[in-house]
C-alpha cells in the first residue's frame, strides 16, 4: 500500500465518520497488509524530573503554577535511570522513553547527564527515546551521537485549538522541533491527546497535520486525557472508547506502516477495550506502573493481557532507521 502525505481533510473526514465496525475492519486489513499485526511495541516511560515546569499545558500536572499533587523531583541519577531501564528490560519492554518536565533543552550539565543516561541505557540494547521539550538541531545531532534512537515531541491538538490548551509556546514551534528531530534521522514520535474539550474537527485537523508531515512520525502516541485534580482541566469529560477507536482507527488507515500507540488512558479500560483498539490498528502501549505520574496497568497486567489476545512484544532495533524514511513516499 502506497503511503500518502498528501491527504486532504475531507477523505480523513470520510474515514473518520464512517460506521464505527466499519471504520475497525477497514483500518484491521490496512494494519495485516502493512505490519505484523500481533506483534505491539512495549515501552516503559521514566519521569527523569518531575515538575516545576514553566509552561501551561493545560492537561498537565506537571506544569508549575498548577496546585497538584505530584512531588517535584529534581534531574534522577544515571544510576538510578540504569536500575530502572533493568527492571522495564525485565519485564520485556524494547524501548525506554525519558521524560523531563522541561520547556526546552539547555546546553548545561543537566543535558551533559541527560546524554549520559542516553550512552548507558542504549548500551543495554534497549531503543532509548527522549522527551525533553523542544530541542535545536544541534542538540538533536547530540542526541542521536549519544545513542537516542527516538525522541517524542507531540502536537497535542489542532492547530485551531492550541492556543486553548497551551498559551506559553505556539503550535509553530513544536513543528519547528519536530523539524530538527528529523533532520538529525531520530526516529520521530509524534501524536496528540483526546479529551481537552476538542471538536471532531480538531482531532480530523491533528490526524490531518500528522498524515501530511513531508515523512509520517514513525509512532504517533494517541492518549486519552488523564484529568488530574488541580489542572484546568480537572473536569473534563471521560473520553469514550469509541472516540479512541475512531483516532486510532483513522490514523492507521492513513499513516499504515506506523506505530500508532495506544497511551495514556489504559488504566481506566477494560481488556476487551483494549483488544479493540489493537484489532483497529494499535500496536504499541506503555508499559510499566506508571506513566510519568500516574497509573497505568503493570507489567504483570500486560503480559495476562498478550497471552490472552495472542500478542508477542516486538524486540528492540526491528527497523534500524525510522521507518517512515526508508520507504519511498508517493505525491
Ligand atoms: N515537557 C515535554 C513536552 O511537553 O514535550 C515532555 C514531557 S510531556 C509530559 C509529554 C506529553 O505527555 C505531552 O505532550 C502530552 O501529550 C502528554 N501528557 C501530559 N499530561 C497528560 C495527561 N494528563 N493526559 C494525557 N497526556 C498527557
Ligand atoms: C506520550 O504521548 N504520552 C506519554 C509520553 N508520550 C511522554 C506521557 C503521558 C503522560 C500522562 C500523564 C502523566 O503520567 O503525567
Ligand atoms: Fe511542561 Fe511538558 Fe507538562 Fe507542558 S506537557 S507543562 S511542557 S512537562
Not at 538510578?80 to 531501564?85: D, G, L
Not at 527515546?129 to 549519544?146: F, P, S
Not at 502536537?155 to 503550535?171: A, G, V
Request: net charge negative; charged share 25%.
Amino acid at each position: 500500500m502506497d503511503i500518502r502525505t498528501n491527504w486532504t481533510l475531507s477523505e480523513i473526514k470520510n474515514i473518520y465518520e464512517r460506521p464505527l465496525l466499519d471504520l475497525i475492519y477497514d483500518a484491521a486489513t490496512v494494519h495485516r497488509q502493512n505490519n505484523a499485526y500481533a506483534e505491539v511495541q512495549v515501552s516503559s516511560l521514566i519521569s527523569i524530573k518531575t515538575g516545576g515546569c514553566k509552561e501551561d499545558c493545560a492537561y498537565c500536572p506537571q506544569a508549575a503554577r498548577y496546585q497538584t499533587d505530584i512531588e517535584v523531583e529534581p534531574l534522577m541519577t544515571v544510576e538510578k535511570v540504569r536500575q530502572r531501564a533493568e527492571t522495564a528490560k525485565a519485564n520485556g519492554a524494547s524501548r525506554l522513553c525519558m521524560g523531563a518536565a522541561w520547556r526546552e533543552v539547555r546546553d548545561n550539565k543537566d543535558f551533559d547527564r541527560v546524554l549520559e543516561m542516553v550512552s548507558e541505557v542504549n548500551d543495554m540494547g534497549l531503543e532509548v527515546c527522549c522527551t525533553l521539550g523542544m530541542l535545536t538541531y544541534e542538540q538533536a545531532e547530540k542526541l542521536k551521537a549519544a545513542g537516542c534512537f527516538a525522541y517524542n515531541h507531540n502536537i497535542d491538538t489542532s492547530s485551531d485549538n492550541y492556543s486553548n490548551i497551551i498559551s506559553t509556546r505556539q503550535f509553530e514551534d513544536r513543528i519547528q522541533t519536530l523539524d530538527n528531530v528529523r533532520k538529525a534521522k531520530l526516529s520521530v514520535c509524534c501524536g496528540g491527546i483526546v479529551g481537552l474539550g476538542e471538536t471532531d474537527e480538531d482531532r480530523i485537523k491533528m490526524l490531518h497535520t500528522l498524515s501530511t508531515m513531508e515523512v509520517h512520525p514513525d509512532s504517533v502516541p494517541i492518549n486519552a486525557l488523564v484529568p488530574v485534580a488541580g489542572t484546568p482541566l480537572q473536569d473534563n469529560k471521560k473520553v469514550q472508547i469509541d472516540e479512541m477507536l475512531r483516532m486510532i482507527a483513522t490514523a492507521r488507515i492513513i499513516m499504515p506502516k506506523s506505530v500508532v500507540r495506544l497511551s495514556a488512558g489504559r488504566n481506566e479500560m477494560s481488556l476487551a477495550e483494549q483488544a479493540l483498539c489493537f484489532m483497529a490498528g494499535a500496536n504499541s502501549i506503555f508499559a510499566g506502573e506508571k506513566l510519568l505520574t500516574t497509573p497505568n496497568p503493570d507489567f504483570d497486567a500486560d503480559r495476562q493481557m498478550f497471552n490472552l489476545l495472542g500478542l508477542t512484544p516486538r524486540k528492540p532495533f526491528k527497523e534500524s532507521a525510522p521507518v517512515n524514511e526508508l520507504t519511498e513516499i508517493a505525491s
